[in-house]
Nanobody
Framework: QVQLVESGGGLVQPGGSLRLSCAAS????????MGWYRQAPGKQRELVAT???????NYADSVKGRFTISGDNAKNTMYLQMNSLKPEDTAVYYC????????????WGQGTQVTVSS
């Protein structure tokens, strides 16, 4: 079993910054992807960014140039640095770990609220 715990959410003004963290523990597999998703009220959960253990990343078009995903394998921790925040970034942000297989299997954190407002 893998446990994921997010932290770092909060209330910020437009143009501000936050850094989210996701700490993983338990029986972490050797082959997996990790990423951040977000979900606003009344909307579907959407992919924000992903990262492999080797450091390859990809981003949703809506956050490119503003958000940076990173990871520390030694600490089993993933981060999301969010800059130039906009009100439309307001959502609950979820940490995800996908075990690569046939089929794949997903672990999720409880989520952390990010609110961007004046």
């Amino acid at each position: 079993q893998v446990q994921l715990v997010e932290s770092g959410g909060g209330l910020v003004q437009p143009g501000g910054s936050l850094r989210l963290s996701c700490a993983a523990s338990g029986s972490i597999p050797s082959i997996y992807l990790m990423g951040w998703y977000r979900q606003a009220p009344g909307k579907q959960r959407e992919l924000v960014a992903t990262i492999t253990r080797s450091g390859s990343t990809n981003y949703a078009d809506s956050v490119k140039g503003r958000f940076t995903i990173s990871g520390d394998n030694a600490k089993n921790t993933m981060y999301l640095q969010m800059n130039s925040l906009k009100p439309e970034d307001t959502a609950v942000y979820y940490c995800n770990l996908k075990v690569i297989g046939w089929p794949s299997y997903d672990y999720w954190g409880q989520g952390t609220q990010v609110t961007v407002s004046s």
